[in-house]
């Protein structure tokens, strides 16, 4: 008989709590240094155990992304990863294949939610977009008095928040669904390696925002695919590049 279905995998509850904690954490939903609620507020929000919930902190722990702190101002304290330029591009080579699909992909994706925003906006998005903005362009201009690191972290988080609203913005839920999974699965650990905000890092997001505030669906794709595709051509200039030695 031909199997046409396939195997059921059935996760335990630590996992799953890993994934949807991972998730937060790669989105930017909490920022390096912060910390994540108490363990029995956490656990309540999640409904899970809470010895399930120490054992999936323990999964992230070992990767990484918060650590444990004791005393009484301890806690689970978010971490910012750190990796060396080298170790940087040689993660990127491991993931080129990938990282190429995943972009194809969001090149689809987000040319055709940008179209739709274009067409579907409301005031109101048009305030979030625009309020997105001017915080990149405050964190890019150095108006803010985060360490340098911090800064990078937090325009990422509203650099996803952004690709997140013109998705809403389409007023089309399954686009704005795909967008966030996209994101999440797509991470790349830059703030590891850049300790500063590279000044050309807003480019193209206020002209996304006119193009979409003018109502132009054409223009709106053509600046969405451009960004998106010049993201990946970085990437395979880095790789390109080779690890830089010192």
Same mark, same amino acid.
């Given at each position: ?86 170790? !940087?591009?040689? !993660? ?94 797509? !991470? ?59």
């Amino acid at each position: 008989m031909n199997q046409v279905l396939d195997p059921v995998q059935a996760n335990a509850a630590y996992e799953i709590v890993v994934e949807n904690l991972r998730r937060a954490l790669l989105l930017g939903r909490f920022l390096p240094g912060e910390k994540l609620p108490p363990e029995r507020e956490l656990a309540l929000q999640l409904q899970v155990s809470r010895t399930t919930l120490r054992e999936a902190l323990r999964v992230l722990e070992g990767e990484g992304l918060i650590q444990s702190k004791r005393g009484a101002t301890g806690g689970i304290v978010v971490q910012s990863p750190h990796m060396s330029h080298h170790e !940087f591009v040689e !993660f990127l080579s491991r993931r080129m294949h990938d990282l190429k699909q995943l972009y194809e992909y969001r090149s689809i994706i987000e040319t055709a939610t940008a179209r739709l925003a274009a067409t579907n906006r409301s005031e109101r998005d048009l305030e979030n977009l625009s309020a997105i903005v001017e915080k990149m362009h405050a964190l890019v201009a150095g108006e803010t008095l985060d360490d340098p690191a911090l800064v990078v972290a937090k325009f990422l988080a509203a650099d996803a928040e952004f690709h997140a609203a013109i998705g809403t913005a389409s007023g089309n839920p399954h686009l704005s669904q795909a967008i966030e999974d996209i994101r999440a699965s797509k !991470f790349l650990p830059i703030g590891a390696v850049f300790s500063k905000m590279d000044p050309k890092a807003n480019e193209g997001h206020a002209e996304l925002l006119k193009a979409i505030r003018d109502q132009k669906p054409d223009l709106a794709a053509t600046i969405m695919y451009n960004h998106v595709n010049g993201t990946l051509a970085a990437i395979r200039e880095l790789v390109a590049s080779g690890p830089q030695k010192g």
